[in-house]
């Protein structure tokens, strides 16, 4: 076989090897250190045409290399941070809220987004209830008034996690609005009636919590403020236990 007999595509891979690597270059049984790359440059030339398009041809091969190389060095951490793990979490949650005056179940219903083990962000909406009662000793008799206050909270919910195998310690924070239902007042136990509607206004709540598999326990701070006539704020403050199930 004749040296012209290689084709010149092969002879530009051959050199591209041994300039990348620095190689021997093996030529038909006759070896010699390609050390300096000009001697196979010129070998090359004398079969393959012109020098400069064969200096270019395994330049751009260099760049394109180095670029693809570079661009994965770049992309691969990349590609880490920006699969971000988010899956649809809901749960409802049967509360105890009190002051030292009055008290009552709530009903709350939130779902939302889970991202990744440690946040979470949805929306929810509530049915809560607070019964107060009052005592009035008159001359003749006593009355007895026993009222409920009946809401609708509808509220943003974000909680911060940190999971600790079956366990995960939470914060949780809620904020929205407050809407007023008609309140019933029951008089000696005997007679109930509709009362006027709750005024509207403000919901916060803020509290610690702790999930154990699809089970949640809290606790924590909830607040009322209300508008009364558009002049009036009324704030009621309270403390709030809660159980809950997530799905």
């Given at each position: 076989m004749r040296r012209t007999d290689i084709p010149c595509k092969l002879l530009v891979y051959f050199a591209d090897i041994?300039?990348?690597?620095?190689?021997?270059?093996?030529?038909?049984?006759?070896?010699?250190r390609c050390q300096?790359?000009?001697?196979?440059?010129?070998?090359?030339?004398?079969?393959?045409?012109?020098?400069?398009?064969?200096?270019?041809?395994?330049?751009?091969?260099?760049i394109v290399k180095s670029f693809a190389i570079a661009m994965a060095l770049v992309c691969i951490p990349m590609s880490g941070y920006a699969q971000v793990d988010v899956s649809f979490q809901g749960h409802v949650d049967l509360s105890a809220d009190f002051t030292s005056e009055m008290g009552g179940p709530a009903l709350d219903a939130v779902a939302g987004a889970r991202i990744t083990d440690y946040f979470f962000a949805g929306a929810g909406l509530g049915y809560h209830t607070l019964m107060w009662s009052k005592n009035n000793s008159g001359k003749y008799a006593t009355v007895n008034t026993f009222t409920y206050h009946h809401f609708l909270p509808v509220f943003a919910n974000l909680k911060g996690y940190y999971p600790v195998g079956d366990f995960a310690p939470y914060v949780d924070l809620s904020l929205g609005g407050l809407i007023g239902l008609k309140s019933l007042v029951t008089v000696n136990n005997n007679t109930t009636k509709s009362a006027n509607r709750e005024a509207d206004g403000l919901y916060f709540r803020a509290g610690l919590g702790m999930d154990w598999n699809r089970f949640n326990f809290g606790g924590g701070y909830q607040l009322y403020s209300q508008t009364i006539n558009n002049t009036t704020s009324y704030n009621t403050h309270m403390g709030y236990f809660k159980v809950g199930y997530r799905f």
């Open positions: 041994v300039i990348m690597h620095n190689v021997s270059w093996q030529d038909f049984g006759q070896s010699f300096e790359t000009t001697l196979l440059i010129n070998y090359l030339q004398h079969f393959c045409g012109n020098k400069d398009k064969l200096l270019n041809h395994i330049t751009m091969k260099k």
